[in-house]
């Protein structure tokens, strides 16, 4: 499996586990919800649907029909297929969450991997934000290095280009600062409710997003830290 259809299906999944859909509204879901999926077609979200189904973790069902009824027990006129998560394809996502390698590091994977934090345990969302910082540093340091080498050689549109570049990466390093510090504290980026505070606290679960203090937050799939 390739990576980019690899996170389709993470994605797919994850969108999934909040409701069952029909494929236009899993398609429309993908490009706006999720930045890298912006231009992706039909004939990529089909197949890997399709490959869901036949592992077991989908289920095709048409829309209206009792719930439970493949679309293969049902005759007449086309009516619209309706994708469902099963047990297996929710065990199937809890497994994908818990991963916290390399791949959900890198800029295509964190954005969508990013998107379903609030599905994440807290100490897997801390191994992706600490990996994607330090990847995000390594890549700062050979940027800064490259252009102390080349400065010279470079006129003053790429060279500003270069610094572009730089700013958009020394931002989500600052961003990815907050998180992590907020993961640590425990903070909420919305105003505490005691009762859903008291609850979030039996249930050990006491992170949450920084409060912003000015600036844009950057969008995890910017293809600008690329």
Not at 171 to 176: A, D, I, M, P
Request: aromatic residues 8%; contains cysteine.
């Amino acid at each position: 499996m390739s990576r980019r259809s690899g996170i389709l299906e993470f994605a797919v999944l994850g969108l999934l586990r909040e409701s069952p859909m029909h494929g236009y509204e899993l398609r429309k879901r993908l490009n706006t919800s999720l930045g890298v999926f912006r231009a992706f077609s039909y004939g990529t979200l089909y197949p890997c649907l399709k490959a869901l189904v036949a592992n077991g973790w989908l289920i095709e069902e048409t829309e209206g029909a009792p719930e439970g009824v493949p679309t293969a027990a049902l005759t007449g006129r086309r009516a619209k297929i309706v994708y469902r998560l099963t047990a297996a394809g929710k065990e199937h996502f809890e497994e994908l969450l818990a991963h916290s390698g390399p791949d959900a590091w890198e800029d295509e994977h964190f954005g969508v991997r990013f998107a379903f934090f609030g599905q994440t345990s807290r100490d897997v969302r801390m191994r992706v934000l600490e990996g994607r910082r330090s990847r995000l540093e390594e890549r700062l340091e050979r940027m800064r290095t490259s252009l102390a080498r080349s400065r010279e050689r470079l006129d003053d549109y790429t060279l500003e280009l270069q610094r572009h570049g730089m700013e958009s990466v020394e931002r989500e390093v600052r961003w990815l600062n907050e998180l992590i510090e907020s993961e640590r504290a425990g903070r909420d980026q919305r105003a505490p409710d005691p009762a859903a505070q008291d609850s979030k606290h039996q249930s050990g679960d006491t992170g949450g997003l920084p409060r912003h203090r000015g600036g844009s937050r950057p969008d995890p799939s910017d293809d600008t830290t690329t």
